[in-house]
T-cell receptor, first 115, second 117 residues
C-alpha cells in the first residue's frame, strides 16, 4: 500500500518570504506521479504542481517549485514570495501507478501567510 | 476547461433517510470518477472508484450497500448515502479524469457538505 507523510501539521510565513513544505512517500511502483494540491477555505481542491517520477528535473510553476529526491522518496514544495492568498491546506499526493490513477493523500499542512 | 460540478453543495437530511449527490463533468467525458470523504481538518480519504458502465470499486472498509455509486453515463456519477446516520455527516468530494491525451491530472468538484440530523 502506498503511504504519503506530511510531518508539518501547521506552518506560518510572512508575506513575501519563502516557505518549504515537506512530504515523503512510499511506493513500490517505478512510474508514478506526485502532486501538491491546495485547499483554501472554500474547500475546492486546486492542483498546484505535478511531478512525473521518471523526470529528474524538478517541476516549477511560477512561484511554486518542488525538490524531488526519488531515491529518498522525498517531494517538498517551495513557495517563493508568499502571498496572502496562499493561505490554505496543502496536501501532498501520489498516484498508485499503472492505469487506475488512484490518489493517496498525506494528512496536510495548514499554511498561514501573515501580513 | 475540465470543470467538474457537484450537486447539491450542501444538504441536510434526517437520520434514516437517503440522499443522492451528483457529480458531473461539464466539458469532457469521464470514464473514471472518484469519490472521497473528508472530515473536518482531515485529509481526503478515497471511498470508491467509479467506472462508466460497470460496478464501482470500493476501498477497504467502505460499506458498498450504504454508499451506492452509479456511473451511468460518461458525464455523470452519483453517490447515494442510504439510511444516513449522524456519523455519515461529512464533506464528500468527487473527481474525474485524467483526460486522454492530456497531462495526467484529476479534476475535483467543489464538494458537498452532508449534515445528518
Amino acid at each position: 500500500a502506498q503511504t504519503v507523510t506530511q510531518s508539518q501539521p501547521e506552518m506560518s510565513v510572512q508575506e513575501a518570504e519563502t516557505v518549504t513544505l515537506s512530504c515523503t512517500y512510499d511506493t513500490s511502483e517505478n512510474n508514478y506521479y506526485l502532486f501538491w494540491y491546495k485547499q483554501p477555505p472554500s474547500r475546492q481542491m486546486i492542483l498546484v504542481i505535478r511531478q512525473e517520477a521518471y523526470k529528474q528535473q524538478n517541476a516549477t510553476e511560477n512561484r511554486f517549485s518542488v525538490n524531488f529526491q526519488k531515491a529518498a522518496k522525498s517531494f517538498s514544495l517551495k513557495i517563493s514570495d508568499s502571498q496572502l492568498g496562499d493561505t490554505a491546506m496543502y496536501f501532498c499526493a501520489s498516484d498508485s501507478g499503472g492505469s487506475n490513477y488512484k490518489l493517496t493523500f498525506g494528512k496536510g499542512t495548514l499554511l498561514t501567510v501573515n501580513p | 476547461g475540465a470543470v467538474v460540478s457537484q450537486h447539491p453543495s450542501w444538504v441536510i437530511c434526517k437520520s434514516g433517510t437517503s440522499v443522492k449527490i451528483e457529480c458531473r463533468s461539464l466539458d469532457f467525458q469521464a470514464t473514471t470518477m472518484f469519490w472521497y470523504r473528508q472530515f473536518p481538518k482531515q485529509s481526503l480519504m478515497l471511498m470508491a472508484t467509479s467506472n462508466e458502465g460497470s460496478k464501482a470499486t470500493y476501498e477497504q472498509g467502505v460499506e458498498k450497500d450504504k454508499f451506492l455509486i452509479n456511473h451511468a453515463s460518461l458525464t455523470l456519477s452519483t453517490l447515494t448515502v442510504t439510511s444516513a446516520h449522524p456519523e455519515d455527516s461529512s464533506f464528500y468530494i468527487c473527481s474525474a479524469g485524467p483526460l486522454a491525451g492530456v497531462a495526467y491530472e484529476q479534476y475535483f468538484g467543489p464538494g458537498t457538505r452532508l449534515t445528518v440530523t
